[in-house]
């Protein structure tokens, strides 16, 4: 594979992530009428999925999704701390934590 290949490849984990950050939004608003669930989960889902676009068109390009996802871990984990409720906060600063760990793994690349 070329180097401009590899560069332009789809970064499908953190759509993966985006998406799940939103539909846990929607989840949050459906099941609870959680009107603060529905925006956190929608603006947190759609920077993700900016970042997703940027790190697809330039794998160093990194910033964005990491920064989101930093805050999400940071959010996410305090009320998972609160809460003890692995759903949604425990899950989603799990997988927040993971995506800070490939960012970060990236950058220093």
Known sequence: MS?????????????????TVTAGGLLGYIRAGSIPSLAAGVVCGGLMGV????????????????VTSALLTGVMGYRFMNSGKFMPAGLVAGLSVLMVCRYGYRFMK
């Open 3 to 19: 180097t401009n290949q590899k560069e332009n490849m789809t970064d499908f984990v953190s759509i993966a992530y985006a998406l």
């Open 51 to 66: 970042g997703a676009y940027q790190t697809s068109q330039d794998p160093k390009n990194i910033g964005l999704s990491l």
